[in-house]
């Protein structure tokens, strides 16, 4: 399986500063279609994960541009220009492009 | 809004089976992939497999051996079977909707394995 770390695996940030969390994959992570399937999911408190982004950098619907999404190869990126209140929670990087779908660990972010 | 519910026992003994059902709201399952995801207390997430109206599914080789997943147009639902579950077993198990990836997840269902 390929092995996804995430690191730090806390993260505790005043609110208004920026916040950074960093994904490294065990493998390459381009299909065979040319898409890197690297993708970011917030767990608020108490709830299902949501997913953020998709292929490194695209937002989902409805997620605020403070969150934004990098990486090639193994080292993949996720970005918070400015933290929030509602952004406490955990937040894993996920990669689809080998089965069995792997997730990191998870990262927690406090305020 | 795609809206997926999960439902069924929420305790099962160790050796017995575990049955959830997810239903869909919304969406036609006949389109996109469904999945299920699992999460043990306080731990991260682990994919469980996938399907499509078409048959097409696949599991988690890590419990390929005592997974089914199946799907039920006629009352657009999925569901999943693990056998012989062990207290390893007990999570929150997660369906969502997948477009090559899950990208809208039910609120999911707590399960504990115990006698």
């Known amino acids: 399986d390929v092995v996804m770390t995430q690191s730090p695996l806390s993260l505790s940030v005043t609110p208004g500063q920026p916040a950074s969390i960093s994904c490294r994959s065990s493998q390459g992570l381009v299909y065979s279609n040319g898409n890197i399937y690297l993708n970011w999911f917030q767990q608020r408190p108490g709830q299902s994960p949501r997913r953020l982004i998709y292929m490194v950098s695209n937002r989902d619907s409805g997620v605020p541009d403070r969150f934004s999404g990098s990486g090639s190869g193994t080292d993949f990126t996720l970005k918070i220009s400015g933290v929030e209140a509602e952004d406490v929670g955990v937040y894993y990087c996920m990669q689809g492009t080998h089965w069995p779908w792997t997730f990191g660990q998870g990262t927690k972010v406090e305020i | 809004q795609v809206l997926l519910q999960e439902s069924g026992p929420g305790l099962v003994k160790p050796s017995e089976t575990l049955s959830l059902t997810c239903t869909v709201s919304d969406a036609s399952i006949r389109t996109y992939y469904w999945s299920w995801i699992r999460q043990p207390p306080g731990k991260g997430l682990e994919s469980i497999g996938y399907i499509h109206y078409t048959g097409d599914t696949n599991y988690n080789p890590s419990l390929k051996s005592r997974v089914t997943i199946s799907l039920d147009t006629s009352k657009n639902q999925f569901s999943l079977t693990l056998n012989s579950v062990s207290a390893a077993d007990t999570a929150v198990y997660y369906c969502?909707?997948?477009?090559?990836?899950?990208?809208?997840w039910g609120q999911g269902a707590m399960v504990t394995v115990s006698s």
């Open positions: 969502a909707r997948t477009a090559r990836v899950p990208d809208m």
